[in-house]
């Protein structure tokens, strides 16, 4: 047991670092390219915040362990809303919905739309097919709001500067090395979470929910809190919005690496809990957006203290249910 915890933290350690350098060489490349509009946008960004998730998930599938891939993604997403509370702690102006574009209505909707679908595939009936009917959805509703929120905001990229060859040959080979130790560290975090999962009676709806979601979410804690100290706020926001909806659409190729029937179907009733409460954390914030509380305790607002809330409330039915899943 002591040697698996050694491995998870050495491995989510590995993660923490390599996302970091991950997550700033693929803003390089976008910078550099000139790429920083669809292409970068809706793919290679994202991917760069959520290829631990992708990895370990992967990983967990190979295993045949489906509740420990799908909740590091659920899990991931209400970390990913309880970052918000760290930005408001972090900006210390108040509300942090006092200071953000109320164009984030349209991201955190189409999350909880997303989640909603995912809680649907649980429910639809068992049919002979290799995946899941939702989880190609996912895919098509994540591009079709990416394609709108990409149209409704100004693109930035290499137009109008020289590109410099020296920064994007160090950031690709950055990019590709963070690459590779993450996907090393991802499968070995995902094996230690599957150990762990089984001795200490915790389960793997909670291990992935929790543990294992903390682990490959440190990237994104660290990029997103970083740009909210440095004032940019709808960046902060907008990127977590964005990492959760790419979470979701990592439903589908896992699904297709289940070789099992699909995933949907072979998981804990737990995750419909976990699922559920992915909507209500979008709720509160699409509630911050559209009618930001004046109530402030200390420099965080009624709107992002209620998401905190959530997620440990989420954390702690979890702890308490886990055993028993």
């Known amino acids: 047991m002591h040697q698996a915890w050694i491995v998870f933290l050495l491995?989510?350690?590995?993660?923490?670092?390599?996302?970091?350098?991950?997550?700033?060489?693929?803003?390089?490349?976008?910078?550099?390219?000139?790429?920083?509009?669809?292409?970068?946008?809706l793919i290679i960004l994202p991917l760069s915040t959520s290829l631990p998730e992708?990895?370990?998930?992967?990983?967990?599938?190979?295993?045949?362990?489906?509740?420990?891939?799908?909740?590091?993604?659920?899990?991931?997403?209400?970390?990913?809303?309880?970052?918000?509370?760290l930005i408001d702690l972090v900006q210390g102006r108040g509300s942090v919905f006092d200071h953000i574009s109320r164009s984030h209505k349209v991201a955190v909707t189409m999350v909880a739309f997303m989640s909603l679908l995912v809680i649907g595939g649980m429910l639809f009936p068992g049919l002979q097919l290799p995946v899941s009917p939702v989880t190609p959805l996912l895919l098509i509703a994540y591009l079709v709001a990416g394609r709108v929120l990409f149209r409704s905001r100004p693109q930035r990229g290499a137009a109008g500067r020289r590109r410099n060859s020296a920064v994007l040959t160090r950031a690709v080979l950055t990019y590709l090395a963070s690459s590779a130790v993450i996907i090393l560290a991802a499968v070995n975090l995902a094996d230690a979470a599957e150990t762990l999962a089984e001795v200490t009676g915790l389960g793997r709806t909670f291990m992935g929910s929790f543990l294992l979601a903390i682990s490959t979410s440190l990237p994104e804690v660290v990029t997103t809190t970083t740009a909210a100290r440095l004032g940019a706020l709808d960046m902060a926001v907008g990127n977590i919005l964005g990492a959760?909806?790419?979470?979701?659409?990592?439903?589908?190729?896992?699904?297709?690496?289940?070789?099992?029937?699909?995933?949907?179907?072979?998981?804990?009733?737990?995750?419909?809990?976990?699922?559920a409460m992915g909507i209500v954390l979008a709720s509160l914030v699409y509630l911050g957006l559209a009618r930001p509380s004046r109530f402030v305790v200390g420099d965080i607002g009624l709107n992002s203290l209620l998401i905190a809330g959530g997620y440990i409330f989420t954390i702690g039915i979890l702890y308490m249910w886990g055993m028993s899943f």
Not at 55 to 82: E, K, M, Y
């Open 244 to 275: 959760n909806m790419f979470n979701l659409v990592l439903l589908f190729p896992l699904d297709i690496f289940h070789l099992r029937g699909p995933l949907l179907h072979a998981l804990s009733p737990l995750h419909f809990f976990t699922g």
């Open 54 to 85: 992708l990895v370990s998930g992967w990983r967990a599938v190979s295993i045949g362990a489906p509740d420990l891939a799908v909740g590091n993604l659920l899990g991931s997403n209400l970390i990913n809303f309880f970052i918000i509370a």
């Open 11 to 41: 491995s989510a350690l590995l993660v923490y670092l390599a996302g970091t350098r991950l997550s700033a060489s693929a803003e390089k490349i976008a910078r550099e390219t000139g790429l920083g509009g669809l292409w970068m946008g």
